[in-house]
């Protein structure tokens, strides 16, 4: 699976859009992005994910450059409860290998 | 609420004491997973089961041993623990079709272990 760089923190003011980046300049063309967080002391909360195109839930957005060398999540209104560490996981969908590799991700807090 | 259940919430253990953790997933998944999460470490894989077959097993000691009666259902047995084992022990399921569904894996809240 590519390996991917997130900064390991960003802070943002509350009712602003986050922006998270992440780059994954190894990524092949099989392989899909996915963004996870966990806020302290709790599981792991799927986002969204995507291969080529932007994406958009109600959680979040996901653009991921034309290259696909890079992608963001965007947050669009943070709130005090977005605050969390963020994962951005590059790997291959299906097969018989499940394997989720989680980085250290990016502490996002958001501040009043 | 993911639709993934975990008990207990909290665990004190010994180190000669065995004790089990249990996940529920009510999501129809078919794919079971056993994380650990240290203090400020990545979480780490440890277990996988398909289908109730176990498909990957990560380099975990035998005194943690998985059993998965079905693919609803998903234990950890823990015996004669070390102190270093205190973690947080999560519990994932994830559905089985769809381009890029299937390793949407959705987490439990996680049991917190301590081993004294």
């Known amino acids: 699976d590519a390996k991917t760089t997130q900064p390991t923190s960003m802070d943002c003011a509350e009712g602003r859009a986050a922006n998270l980046p992440c780059n994954h300049s190894?990524?092949?063309?099989?392989?899909?992005v996915y963004w996870y967080r966990q806020i302290h002391s709790q599981g792991p909360q799927y986002i969204i994910h995507?291969?080529?195109n932007n994406e958009t839930n109600e959680m979040a957005s996901l653009i991921i450059t034309e290259d696909r060398k890079s992608s963001t999540l965007i947050l669009p209104h943070a709130t005090l409860r977005d605050t969390a560490v963020y994962y951005c996981i590059v790997r291959v969908s299906g097969g018989s290998n499940y394997k989720l590799t989680f980085g250290k991700g990016t502490l996002l807090t958001v501040n009043p | 609420e993911t639709g993934v259940t975990q008990t207990p919430r909290h665990l004190v253990m010994g180190m000669t004491n065995k004790k089990s953790l249990k996940c529920e997933q009510h999501?129809?998944?078919?794919?079971m997973y056993w994380y650990k999460q240290s203090a400020k470490k990545p979480l780490e894989l440890m277990f996988v089961?398909?289908?109730?077959?176990?498909?990957e097993n990560n380099s975990v000691p035998s005194r943690f041993s998985p059993e998965c009666p079905n693919s609803s259902h998903l234990f950890l047995h823990l015996h004669t623990l070390q102190p270093e084992d205190s973690a947080l022990y999560l519990c994932?399921?994830?559905?089985?079709?769809?381009?890029?569904?299937?390793?949407?894996?959705?987490f439990g809240p996680g049991t917190r272990l301590t081993v004294l």
């Open positions: 994932a399921s994830s559905p089985k079709s769809g381009r890029g569904v299937r390793d949407t894996q959705y």
């Open positions: 999501l129809g998944h078919n794919a």
């Open positions: 190894t990524i092949s063309g099989n392989e899909y």
């Open positions: 089961y398909n289908f109730k077959e176990q498909t």
């Open positions: 995507g291969l080529k």
